[in-house]
């Protein structure tokens, strides 16, 4: 993970009790987990690995009947064909009240796997970076509120915290 996705996480970071669902937080290159120790912490991937609670797609899983305090979606947006369908799904697994805490990238990063965090895409991967205000415009459409969108230019990053309504 970026130091700079990581910076942006930490700045939510608590060691209140409160329920996390890391979404794609399978575990490449590092972790945002150290940041909520005393957290419930469910990591959904769409690849079986170590520390895995859930392997299924994030675009079209549901959540029901859980919900959960925060969801973290580091670096994982760029990967995933249908990420517009991700932002939906992050809403729908946070409790009313909940935030989304999001980093990703930008259009202009090199690309990168997001299987081993390589230069290389590997066969059948995607990369692209996110347009900020495909972003903005998606996370509203989810049915967030509250959104901030954060661009940085190097590495190029778009980092976003959302709300679900109460």
Not at 47 to 60: E, S
Not at 63 to 86: F, G, K, M, Q
Not at 100 to 128: C, F, K, W
């Amino acid at each position: 993970m970026h130091p700079e996705a990581y910076e942006w996480v930490s700045r939510f970071a608590t060691d209140e009790a409160i329920s996390v669902l890391d979404i794609g937080g399978r575990n490449i290159n590092g972790s945002v987990r150290p940041l909520f120790p005393n957290a419930s912490y469910t990591v959904l991937d769409i690849r079986k690995d170590q520390g895995v609670d859930i392997i299924a797609d994030a675009a079209v899983w549901h959540p029901y009947p859980r919900r959960w305090d925060l969801v973290l979606c580091c670096e994982t947006l760029e990967h995933a064909p249908a990420w517009r369908e991700i932002c939906v799904t992050a809403c729908r697994a946070l409790r009313p009240g909940g935030r989304l805490v999001a980093t990703m990238a930008h259009t202009g990063r090199p690309v990168h796997s997001g299987i081993d965090g390589g230069p290389v895409l590997h066969p059948g991967e995607q990369y692209q970076g996110i347009d900020p205000a495909a972003l903005r415009e998606a996370l509203e459409a989810a049915g967030f509120a509250d959104i901030e969108i954060d661009v940085r230019p190097s590495p190029a990053d778009v980092r976003a915290v959302a709300t679900r309504p109460a």
